[in-house]
């Protein structure tokens, strides 16, 4: 399946992608989308929904952040090899493992707002991993069980502040730094969270182009070595690292986003994602 948000910010209602690709609205089936529907529970229940049962969605609206309720932004860095040496630093003997605020969420084609005081202001295409039963202590063996669906997170950086002092967080963490979506899709639709080609444009020029194969921590690997020491809950998400490609690993000169540059950024079964960059209001 997968699953979506639409309409105006604050005012979003759940829907459902078809076989054609097409918006159906969901709202008569359930209020929202969050835990509980993307429960093992909720999903068998949203499994028996027919998507030509529901009434097709016109235009185009907006897509929100396609599910409520993300209690964690956890985010591995350096998981990629190539990313690694293109960033010069060694490959990590475990998971770099840090947070992104839940305030920096966005939705999959909002806009990103150059924070202020910005000099370096980078991409990053990843794999989100979305919780759907709480995971504690799990093995590697039996780690996808306690996934409910993959989406495409834009982990947007900004190098200086990141660089700033030896926690990422400022760098990792400003609003508008985790687009997420376009949709949520779920375990049965990507069978091997391992086989799925990645891609992201520049302005229309191909600048990141990988496969989650690469990765130096799979996905089971990542769930299960987060939960031996944070309780992962229904709804957190969790970003797995980047392909190499990145705008700071670029010799001899680096390129950073400035306004008015647009990222189009998609992985292959779950949709893609378009964001323009604007400065700063204020």
Known sequence: MKLCRYGKDGFEKPGMIDGEGKLRDLSKVVQN??????????????????????????????????YVGIGKFVAIGLNYSDHAKEAGLPVPAEPIVFSKATSCISGPNDDVIQPKGST???W??????????KAQYVGVENALDFVAGYCVVNDVSERAFQMATTQWDKGKGFDTAGPIGPWLVTTDEITDPQNLDMWLDLNGKRM??????????GVANIVAHVSQY??????????TGTPPGVGMGIKPNPVWLKPG?????????????RQKVVAWPG
């Open 208 to 217: 990141q182009s990988g496969n989650t194969r690469t990765m130096i921590f």
């Open 261 to 273: 540059d647009v990222m189009t950024l998609g992985i292959r079964g779950l949709g893609e994602q």
């Open 120 to 122: 370096k202001l980078d």
């Open 230 to 239: 944070m309780t992962l809950l229904p709804g957190d998400i969790i970003t």
């Open 33 to 66: 989308i969050g835990p509980n529907e993307i429960s093992p529970r909720g999903l068998k229940m949203l499994s028996k929904v027919k998507p030509e049962s529901l009434p097709i969605v016109s235009n185009r609206p907006r897509l929100g952040v396609p």
């Open 124 to 133: 990053e295409l990843e794999l989100g991993v979305v919780i759907g039963t």
